[in-house]
């Protein structure tokens, strides 16, 4: 007679690591490798939306300040910036007036509030802005920015260079 052994433990055990656990682990790659290549394109929008706004022209290509633009305002050097995503995101919006920063958000004072001011029209003494985008825009400048500017030091790369001119590596050749 065959004599009962309880549930086939062996066999659930071998289950789990020949098929379930590579599955689960597949599927945790593909998960995570999904959500990089998310993030990794809203940092391409970002870098897109940089470099069509004009934000070159003051603060230069690797936002070092080294205006690319002769005749533009000085932009500040955001390598080096100190400011959050909330504040970025403010001073994109909003502008600093009595600067040469614009404000890029079309809706800036009139219908999203700035710097904690009752809603109305804008100050007279903002730099007018080379182009507006949505506050989507912005907010993917911003990761841009956070990923691959902010705190990455003066010296500008090689690797960087050829991130910001994919389409352009020869202008890279004098970085190392
Ligand atoms: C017409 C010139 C000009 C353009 C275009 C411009 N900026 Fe600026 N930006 C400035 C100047 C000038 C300052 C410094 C303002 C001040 O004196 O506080 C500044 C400041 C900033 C700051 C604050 C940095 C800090 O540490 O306080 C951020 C962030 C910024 N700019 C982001 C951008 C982005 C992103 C764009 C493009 C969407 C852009 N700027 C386009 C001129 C410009």
């Known amino acids: 007679m065959k004599k009962y052994s309880g549930p086939n433990l062996d066999r659930d055990h071998f289950f789990f690591r020949r098929c379930a656990a590579p599955l689960l682990a597949i599927g945790f790659l593909v ?3 999904a959500a990089h290549t998310q993030s990794d394109e809203r940092v391409k929008a970002g870098l897109m939306t940089w470099r069509s706004s004009g934000c070159a022209d003051c603060h230069g ?8 633009r ?3 305002p000085t932009g500040a050097n955001l390598r080096t910036t100190r400011l959050d995503a909330a504040a970025l995101k403010q001073t994109i919006s909003c502008g600093r007036p009595g600067t ?10 009139k219908v999203r509030a700035c710097n904690g001011q009752p809603l109305g029209p804008p100050p007279s003494d903002l730099y007018p802005t080379p182009r ?6 912005i907010d993917a400048v911003v990761t841009y920015l956070q990923a691959r500017v902010i705190g990455k030091g003066r010296t ?9 001119y994919s389409d352009q590596p020869e202008w890279c050749d004098d970085y190392k």
């Not at 290509?61 to 690319?68: L, R, S, Y």
């Not at 920063?101 to 004072?109: C, K, L, N, R, T």
């Not at 507006?132 to 825009?137: I, K, N, R, V, Y």
């Open 70 to 72: 002769d005749e533009a």
């Open 61 to 68: 290509a690797f936002a070092d300040g080294d205006k690319q």
């Open 132 to 137: 507006t985008l949505t506050p989507d825009e």
């Open 100 to 109: 040469g920063m614009p404000a890029f958000d079309e809706g800036a004072y």
């Open 156 to 164: 500008i790369t090689k690797a960087e260079c050829l991130f910001y």
């Open 31 to 33: 998960q995570a490798s």
